[in-house]
């Protein structure tokens, strides 16, 4: 999935840069921050969210964080320490 169909799907999109932009975050009342590189590779970022709440929140996966073909980036540390807080989101295998 490219980043201009991830965009799309965020409200009120912002480009700030070549390669940056800003958008409503579709959970709490604050702007989050996308990026992506010159491979397509797009990182989401909002102070509060994790970033998998953000991506079950406008409906998509993981993999729409990269494009096919290119092996995805870890999750951050953050997504283990801070489990999900959206309905419906996976938790870690410790949590259960």
């Given at each position: 999935?490219?980043?201009?169909?991830?965009?799309?799907?965020?409200?009120?999109?912002?480009?700030t840069?070549?390669?940056?932009?800003?958008?409503?975050?579709?959970?709490?009342?604050?702007?989050?921050?996308?990026?992506?590189?010159?491979?397509?590779?797009?990182?989401?970022?909002?102070?509060?969210?994790?970033?998998?709440?953000?991506?079950?929140?406008?409906?998509?996966?993981?993999s729409?964080?990269?494009?096919?073909?290119?092996?995805?980036?870890?999750?951050?540390?953050?997504?283990?320490?801070?489990?999900?807080?959206?309905?419906?989101?996976?938790m870690?295998?410790?949590?259960?």
């Open positions: 999935m490219s980043c201009d169909q991830i965009l799309h799907r965020l409200e009120h999109v912002d480009v840069g070549y390669n940056r932009a800003t958008a409503d975050c579709p959970i709490c009342d604050r702007r989050i921050a996308v990026q992506w590189d010159a491979d397509g590779r797009a990182m989401i970022r909002c102070a509060r969210c994790a970033v998998a709440d953000i991506l079950i929140a406008i409906g998509l996966g993981r729409a964080l990269t494009p096919p073909g290119l092996k995805p980036m870890p999750w951050p540390r953050r997504w283990w320490t801070k489990p999900p807080r959206y309905p419906g989101a996976v870690p295998m410790g949590e259960r």
